[in-house]
């Protein structure tokens, strides 16, 4: 089964630091283009930062300076490493991940993980 395992979530005080990572359920499997995306109470799920397989990003404004997209192609893994957290950060975080199985493309989301930033 195609999926997208995502961990590094929990509670963290503000000004503090957090990295979620999101790999596919197989080794074997190719990551492409990866996004965090992120959906607080009550609000729509928001882009939080993208990154293609040659390296291009993109960052929403609100996390420009603090957050910091990456990937370990060898470990066909990305990362969303969170400085600086602030109350506002609260919410589900999602990976949206484009994977090669060696047969098929799949575009596929994580199952979220949450991110809590106390004040």
């Known amino acids: 089964q195609v999926r997208v395992v995502e961990s590094g979530g929990g509670l963290v005080q503000a000004g503090g630091s957090l990295r979620l990572s999101c790999s596919a359920s197989r080794s074997t499997f190719i990551i492409n283009d990866i996004g965090w995306y992120r959906q607080a109470p009550g609000k729509q799920r928001e882009l939080v930062a993208t990154?293609?397989?040659?390296?291009?990003?993109n960052y929403a404004d609100s996390v420009k300076g603090r957050f910091t997209i990456s990937r370990d192609n060898a470990k066909n893994t990305g990362y969303l490493q969170m400085n600086s957290l602030k109350p506002e950060d609260t919410a589900v975080y999602y990976c949206n991940a484009e994977i090669f199985s060696g047969i098929s493309w799949w575009n596929l989301w994580g199952q979220g993980t949450q991110v809590t930033v106390s004040s």
């Open positions: 990154l293609s397989r040659g390296g291009s990003t």
